[in-house]
């Protein structure tokens, strides 16, 4: 696996630059800005929060004036509350907009970065497995567990990291919609790539067959 800062222009959208000859992008898709606000940045239990404050502060003025107090003291909690939710939305929108995920037939790569565009590498070969955690409305995180000793900052990846796997970061494709179709692509790529014989030279006259 190679995880590097990539500063230059991109030769295509999401990619630092054009693949070599013979590798194939099969996909290309970003984070569903709803989804991620709910998974990564926690809309719904921010949401949940707002709702338990503003019930609170309305019945206890309803209980001291009736509607009229209620709504005087339930209204600016209101506000207060969408105001939030709104914050923490555009923050998901602006980091989806600006991430994209790809998938060719050698790798995954993850551009990611509103401020300071960076690209993960991950080649398949490094890839130990992918894990697939998928919501009712499809959409879904596919998390991938690289092999060997290298290892990606949590707070560099953050969001786009499986939540919780602090002692190894595991880079994620997070929140991204119809996750099953890209998850079961993956793992194609990944079988068909991995399963490709190589000849390699192991001395005069002679070669060995091995799967790469």
């Not at 923490?88 to 907009?97: D, E, I, S, T």
């Amino acid at each position: 696996m190679s995880g590097h800062d990539d500063f230059a222009f991109d030769a295509l959208p999401g990619l630092p630059e054009r693949p070599p000859q013979g590798e194939d992008i099969l996909w290309q898709g970003r984070p569903a800005p709803l989804a991620l606000a709910r998974d990564a940045y926690g809309l719904t239990w921010i949401a949940a929060y707002f709702a338990v404050i503003i019930l609170w502060r309305g019945a206890s003025g309803f209980a001291d004036g009736g509607v009229a107090m209620a709504l005087a003291m339930g209204l600016p909690y209101l506000m207060l509350a969408f105001l939030g939710l709104a914050v923490v939305y555009g923050l998901a929108w602006v980091q989806a907009r600006t991430t994209t995920y790809t998938i060719t037939t050698a790798r995954v790569v993850l551009r990611i970065g509103a401020a300071l565009p960076v690209t993960f590498n991950l080649p398949f070969a490094q890839i130990g497995s992918a894990s697939l955690a998928q919501k009712r409305d499809g959409t879904g995180t596919i998390a991938l567990q690289t092999l060997g000793e290298t290892r990606i900052s949590y707070l560099v990846i953050w969001p786009h990291v499986r939540p919780w796997t602090l002692r190894k970061a595991e880079p994620a494709l997070r929140a991204i919609p119809d996750a099953a179709a890209v998850a079961k692509l993956l793992a194609e790529a990944a079988e068909t790539r991995l399963s490709v014989p190589v000849i390699a030279r192991t001395g005069p006259g002679r070669a060995a067959v091995a799967v790469q």
